[in-house]
């Protein structure tokens, strides 16, 4: 439990030869070193997997849960935490997950999978500002296009009519045209029917100058869904393709309910690496 060395290196390859030297006068075998560290990705991770370090990422939060055993200030700074992540993967690795070396494929995956799914996290942030504003100004909107205001037709009806004076003005044609331009299909007439009589419908209004800010809001925000829809499709296609390249795409592929794009986050969490579970037990319990 005492500290050998201490020293503050660059996240660079002039960084990580700097540690590997370092290491190197303590120790011969690099197995013998057991890395903690607050993260599981990036250039430097990569590097000390490929060194042969015991690596164990350990998430920022329980980090600082067990800053408590080292005193009452939860201050957080470089050295202490660096004293802490040692002393935890001294004591307590046992109860940490290491960090396999997994393919490149999978490292890709794992990749896609997080942009896809901070993605999806970044619309339902922007669907949900989008509500908000609606509520304040146009509740004949929520009536008429549900809580999926991410979907193609929701955001093609708002871009055509923002207020509710515009809304109000809408005919059944108009609705028709951007439902079918959304990507409507199926019960057309009656979709069309319920979107155009609702938002017909008298409702409390605004002052002018309230509803022409509000007019600016959800065309920002209109906009901004619209494009991640377009990124998370090219995405989730980008992470689709990949996915199928791993050899075990068909297996996971296999298990009930899952579908191409679970599967691939199934395999960015899990990896490759046959060996990173000692018993099926500890990947159950993980």
């Not at 599967?263 to 319990?285: H, M, N, S």
Request: hydrophobic share 45%; net charge positive; glycine share 8%.
């Amino acid at each position: 439990g005492s500290v050998l060395a201490t020293r503050r290196i660059a996240d660079g390859l002039a960084g990580v030869g700097e540690l590997h030297t370092l290491v190197a006068s303590h120790v011969v075998d690099p197995a013998q070193v057991t890395v903690g560290i607050e993260t599981d990705r990036g250039l430097l991770v990569g590097a000390l997997v490929a060194a042969g370090y015991q690596v164990y990422a350990v998430n920022p939060q329980v980090v600082s849960h067990y800053r408590g055993r080292h005193g009452s200030s939860r201050i957080k700074s470089g050295r202490g935490d660096a004293k802490v992540l040692a002393d935890l993967v001294r004591t307590d690795r046992h109860n940490h997950r290491q960090i396999a070396g997994d393919s490149h494929l999978v490292e890709a995956v794992k990749v896609l999978a997080r942009a896809h799914q901070n993605l999806i996290w970044a619309r339902q942030r922007h669907v949900n500002a989008l509500r908000s504003a609606l509520r304040e100004f146009y509740p004949g909107a929520l009536a008429a296009l549900g809580t999926q205001l991410a979907e193609p037709e929701a955001l093609a009806v708002l871009q055509l009519v923002p207020t509710p004076e515009q809304g109000r003005r809408l005919t059944r044609a108009a609705v028709r045209r951007a439902l079918v331009g959304a990507g409507r299909r199926r019960n057309l007439q009656a979709r069309v029917v319920a979107v155009h009589d609702a938002l017909s419908a008298s409702q409390l209004a605004a002052p002018a100058p309230i509803e022409a800010a509000y007019r600016e809001v959800v065309g920002a925000l209109v906009a901004v869904l619209c494009c991640l829809n377009n990124q998370v499709a090219a995405v989730e296609q980008q992470l689709a393709a990949r996915f199928a390249d791993h050899r075990d795409a068909a297996i996971i592929r296999s298990q009930p309910g899952l579908g191409v794009v679970l599967g691939a986050r199934v395999l960015g969490e899990f990896g490759d690496d046959p060996d990173r579970y000692q018993t099926a037990k500890g990947r159950k319990a993980f």
